[in-house]
């Protein structure tokens, strides 16, 4: 006996509904970016400069610290945000198994991971050297590498780990300010 097809039953859902346990993966799945909002550029991530001035415009004059990775396709577009803590004026709390569920979810194959100074200023503190590193070795054993690792601020200047300096945001060349460390 065959069953005539109908145009209905193209509607019908053809799975079950997902389990609750799996709702939390499907919520993070559902942050991936639209380009249209302007915050993400249309291409590759080319430089700190260009992760700078998409966060500086999402966490940068928050009145506190927004730790946030950024998660990459092989290309280096990025796909989804993750705003991992919201902490207090001076801190927050990261650990890598955070960052890096989200990054699994993601499939994501780089990061890039972005916090803001409420203060303004930018420089690294011995916390960030070390959660910048401790996060470059989860990559490492998982096969996600770390690319960077900025600070952005209320004001128009921005620190990328890679570089090793604070940049700044306004005009085309971006004045640096070498990191005494």
Do not use: W
């Amino acid at each position: 006996m065959t069953r005539s097809k109908k145009k209905n039953d193209e509607a019908l859902p053809r799975s079950l509904p997902p389990s609750p346990l799996v709702a939390p993966m499907i919520k993070m799945l559902e942050t991936r970016l639209d380009v249209s909002h302007g915050h993400v550029p249309p291409g590759p991530l080319r430089s700190a400069l260009d992760v700078a001035e998409m966060m500086r415009e999402l966490i940068g004059d928050a009145d506190r610290e927004h730790f946030a990775a950024l998660y990459l396709n092989t290309r280096h577009f990025v796909t989804h945000v993750h705003v991992v803590s919201r902490g207090t004026p001076q801190s927050t709390v990261v650990h890598p198994r955070e960052v890096f569920k989200a990054a699994f979810l993601a499939n994501a194959a780089a990061l890039v991971v972005v916090h803001n100074h409420p203060t303004g200023d930018v420089r690294p503190s011995g916390d960030d050297r070390a959660i910048t590193e401790r996060l470059r070795e989860a990559g490492q054993l998982l096969g996600i590498e770390l690319l960077d690792s900025v600070i952005v601020g209320p004001v128009a200047e921005f620190y990328s780990a890679v570089e090793g300096c604070v940049m700044r945001l306004a005009g085309d060349k971006a004045a640096e300010t070498r990191d005494g460390s």
